[in-house]
């Protein structure tokens, strides 16, 4: 069992909670991610570790309530515990070679994107973070961002924070500008980091995209996880899940992605109902 020390929502849908799991907070690295189940019942979902404290053995999680289990997630307090959590999965970031890094986060990406800019941070690597949201009601951890970076940027689709806006736009007018970046890593939805990929192709910039396909079983046996780079199927549990963002073939990536809709509506109205009576025992945050 993975005991709840601590949980705080950032959003209507975002939630930090913080784990006990001293062996995955030891060995973690930044982009490398845990399975966990709730309960004997649950299904396995993918989580990234947003932040590890070896010295108290816990893990930081931030998600987002998309569907059954991350909203039952949502309703879980301190005190109570996670059956099983397994990691950490995935391999590492690759910073081989970085002397000056752009990392983007789109959304909830920013929480997946901020141990790679806290790692840059801490070795001394500057690293510029552009972050981008619908609406400046959604924006996360902005004061966690600007204290790992030399310059953080907060754009919003609608303008209303100030800085309206893509994150590609952002990232353009930084190269046009003269930061020489050599590697660009970007987190978030496909079509965010399609676009980002399509931005720094002309100049040649190394960039590497975290793909989050579905995963079933995490360990590279299910094949449900596969992403198609270059001439290869790659699996994101265990050869990613960062990739080359410029060989990675997004297209496919966003069919697959809706490919089994139907069957997580069906498990969320059963999953939903199930919730309903939980609360009305009184066992709901
Ligand atoms: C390596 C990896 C790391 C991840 N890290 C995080 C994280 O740190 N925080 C976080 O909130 N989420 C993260 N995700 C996505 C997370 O695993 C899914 O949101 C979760 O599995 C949804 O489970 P559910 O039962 O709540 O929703 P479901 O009922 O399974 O799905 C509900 C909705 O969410 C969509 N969805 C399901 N899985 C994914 C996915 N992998 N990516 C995008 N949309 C999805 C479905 O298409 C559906 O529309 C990660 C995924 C991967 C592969
Ligand atoms: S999740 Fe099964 S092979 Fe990756």
């Given at each position: 069992?993975?005991?709840?020390?601590?949980?705080?929502?950032?959003?209507?849908?975002?939630?930090?909670?913080?784990v006990?799991?001293?062996?995955?907070?030891?060995?973690?690295k930044?982009?490398?991610?845990?399975?966990?189940?709730?309960?004997?019942?649950?299904?396995?979902?993918?989580?990234?570790?947003?932040?590890?404290?070896?010295?108290?053995?816990?893990?930081?999680?931030?998600?987002?309530?998309?569907?059954?289990?991350?909203?039952?997630?949502?309703?879980?307090?301190?005190?109570?515990?996670?059956?099983?959590?397994?990691?950490?999965?995935?391999?590492?970031?690759?910073?081989?070679?970085?002397?000056?890094?752009?990392v983007?986060?789109?959304?909830?990406?920013?929480?997946?994107?901020?141990?790679q800019?806290?790692?840059?941070?801490?070795?001394?690597?500057?690293?510029?973070?552009?972050?981008?949201?619908?609406?400046?009601?959604?924006?996360?951890?902005?004061?966690?961002?600007s204290?790992?970076?030399?310059?953080?940027?907060?754009?919003?689709?609608?303008?209303s924070?100030?800085?309206?806006?893509?994150?590609?736009?952002?990232?353009?007018?930084?190269?046009?500008?003269?930061?020489?970046?050599?590697?660009?890593?970007?987190?978030?939805?496909?079509?965010?980091?399609?676009?980002?990929?399509?931005?720094?192709a002309?100049?040649?910039?190394?960039?590497?995209?975290?793909?989050?396909?579905?995963?079933?079983?995490?360990?590279g046996?299910?094949?449900g996880?596969?992403?198609?780079?270059?001439?290869?199927?790659?699996?994101?549990?265990?050869?990613?899940?960062?990739?080359?963002?410029?060989?990675?073939?997004?297209?496919?990536?966003?069919?697959?992605?809706?490919?089994?809709?139907?069957?997580?509506?069906?498990?969320?109205?059963?999953?939903?109902?199930?919730?309903?009576?939980?609360?009305?025992?009184?066992?709901?945050?």
């Amino acid at each position: 069992m993975y005991p709840i020390k601590d949980v705080v929502d950032l959003n209507d849908e975002v939630v930090r909670m913080v784990v006990e799991a001293p062996a995955i907070s030891k060995k973690v690295k930044p982009g490398q991610f845990i399975m966990l189940r709730i309960d004997e019942q649950g299904e396995r979902i993918p989580l990234t570790v947003n932040d590890a404290n070896p010295e108290q053995g816990t893990i930081t999680l931030v998600f987002q309530k998309v569907g059954a289990t991350t909203r039952q997630m949502g309703m879980m307090t301190a005190g109570q515990s996670i059956r099983d959590v397994a990691g950490p999965l995935g391999k590492p970031t690759d910073f081989s070679g970085a002397h000056h890094v752009c990392v983007i986060g789109g959304g909830l990406g920013t929480a997946i994107a901020y141990p790679q800019a806290k790692w840059l941070h801490d070795h001394h690597i500057p690293v510029d973070v552009i972050t981008g949201f619908r609406t400046e009601d959604l924006i996360i951890l902005a004061d966690e961002v600007s204290q790992v970076c030399d310059t953080s940027i907060v754009m919003t689709d609608d303008g209303s924070n100030g800085h309206k806006g893509l994150v590609t736009a952002a990232l353009q007018e930084r190269i046009d500008a003269g930061a020489a970046y050599d590697l660009v890593v970007a987190v978030g939805p496909l079509i965010m980091m399609k676009f980002v990929a399509k931005t720094t192709a002309p100049y040649h910039i190394k960039t590497l995209v975290s793909m989050n396909p579905l995963m079933i079983d995490g360990t590279g046996m299910c094949g449900g996880c596969r992403v198609r780079v270059g001439d290869h199927y790659l699996h994101a549990c265990i050869d990613g899940p960062d990739f080359d963002g410029h060989q990675v073939d997004f297209d496919e990536a966003m069919r697959r992605s809706t490919q089994y809709r139907s069957f997580e509506r069906q498990a969320e109205d059963h999953r939903c109902r199930l919730l309903d009576q939980l609360e009305t025992v009184g066992e709901g945050r």
